[in-house]
Structure formats: structure tokens, C-alpha cells
């Protein structure tokens, strides 16, 4: 459905995204952009919406480029097309009721005749779990959860195909959290939906993504099946990332992987591996020969130079990797509505 190949995104000199090609699959289907802040996945984002001018690269929508899009095709797309942000604000304007907000967007596609727009909104409402009634609400009579509700009803409301959540629970406590993530499980199989979900947290991404890539310093270092990357990392920022994940199975606690400093400067980033200042395996190689994307397994991608030795179990954080308890389920948490840690059961996706 979305391919995009070597994609470039400058900002003046700072490179924000760098050479990254992805792929995603029809829905129900989703992929996980997972890194620290700064790593480039709310840029990559924005330049799948169009909402970033690409430097480099390609991006294609359904066998479509979307450079050459125009008039009713660009129209089209940014139909087919939705976002959901990190803060449900972005998209409610507070001077507006949330029926008035939603039948906006049922106007602005035409989705519906307008003497049908009202009923379309509140049968929206319901299918996101609120009551119909809410419609009368202005955005500040709701709790962060129930606006973070609203905000993506407006976004199914033009019948989007893709959508891009960018840290769409990051903003939420954590009970709702949970009700925002078993939505989005729920909608992505009614609705068949494929979506590009961007966060920091590899918990979000073992319960609803297929696949995943990483970040770093707007290039990917590691990318495939999740629950392949959760089991075995093959990377050494993968595995700090992974391990950052609460274990709640407390007879299988693990050693959190603590990287040193702050991603370097991406507008002069390090010679050789990019990571190699903060990496608990840099060796001199390191320092100077850039490591390729290359293949790491069935699906798998890795850019690191001792990857075959984090497979194997290289000790990271003063544990060997192999061996330890896999993967996280904290998603599990989330996904049954708990705060409280709960006996470890087979991971799953759903
Ligand atoms: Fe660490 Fe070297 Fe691998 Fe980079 S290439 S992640 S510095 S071991």
C-alpha cells in the first residue's frame, strides 16, 4: 500500500531523515517507527502526509507517487490519508463543539449529505466508545483520553485507509492509554486499517505492529518482524530501547541497558557509526566505516558491525543478551486495562 524508498529530509543542514525505505502492507497492518526523540519518525510521518518537503527519495501510495499528485488525486489522498497527534488538541479547535468538529470533516470530503452529518457524527462517537451525546461537548468538558477519542472518530470520518498515529497515548494516564490502544487493535481489524505508528515505546509497538524499524539519528539501525526484534535484538540501540520496556513478570526481571550522553548533533553527527558514543560495543572499526543496512534473519535488516555477536549474546549493560527473559509484556497491561503488574502470559500480537 505505502512504499517509500531512500528517503531523504533536510532542514537546512541538519539531515532529520536519512536514506530510509519502508514498506506497508494493506490493512489490517502496522508498523512501528520506534526511537528517542530526534530520531526522525514524527518527520517521516509528516512526509508520508505531505507535510514535509522531501529532499531525497520516493514515496508511493498505492502504486502512486506522491510528488505528482494534484488537484482531485491530491484530494483524494489526503483522504485516504489521516493523523491522529500525540496531543488530541492539535486537531479540535476548543471554540468548537465535537459534533461541530467532526461533521467539519464529513463536510470538508463530502462524505455525507449535510441533513445526515449529525447522525454520521454520533454514530462515529459510538464506534470510538463514547456516548452519542458527547456531541453537544465542547473539547474542555473532556478527559484527555476522551478527547484523544474524538480526535481520531474525525479522523475515520472520511473512511481513511492509512493512518499515522504519532504518539497517540503519550499524553494519556495510563489507564487511558489502555482504552486508546485496545481501540486502535480493535479498529484496525473492523476497519482493515494500515497505519505507521510512531513512538518511543517498544511495549505499544509488540501489541500492535507486525513490523518495526528503529531509529537513530534519522537512519534505520534495525528493522523487521517485531516480536523478531523483541526476542533477539541484533542491535545494540534496539536492545537499550527494548529493555527500557517495565519487565512485569517479576520472576524474570532483566538489566536495564542505560546509554550514556544524549543523541549527538545531527547537524554534524560522528564519523563511522553514528551510535558509536554511546554504544557499550563500540570497537575502533566503529569509529570510522559507516555499517550498511544488511540482512540479520528471514525479514531482518541490521546496520551494525558486530550484529552476529549481539544475536549471539555480547554482553550489553553487564549482561549477556542472550538468554534473558523475553519479551516485555507490559503490553499485556495495557491491553487488559491493569495499572498493576500482572503474571507473565504467552506474548502475542493482536
Ligand atoms: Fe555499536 Fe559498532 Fe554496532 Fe555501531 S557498528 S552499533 S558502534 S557495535
Redesign the pocket.
Known sequence: MLEVRDLSVRFGPVRAVDGVSLQLAAGPFGLGLVGESGSGKTTIGRAVLRLARISGGQIRFEGADLATLRGRALQDYRRAAQIVFQDPDNSLDPRMRVGSSIREALGAHRMVPRRQSAGRAGDLLAEVGLDRDFASRYPHQLSGGQRQRVAIARALSVQPRLLVLDEPTSALDVRAQARVLSLIARLRTERQLSYLLITHNFAIVSELCEQTAVLYLGRIVESGPTRELLQAPA???TEALRSAVPEIDWTARRTRVVLPGEPPDAASPPPG?V??PR?P???SR?RTEV?LLRPAGPGRLVA???AEEVLAGAVIGGQPTAGLPRPARVAQCYSAGRTAPVAARPFRLS
Open positions: 542491535h545494540p540501540y557509526c551510535f558509536h554504544c560495543l563500540a570497537v566503529c555499517p551494525c558491525h558486530r
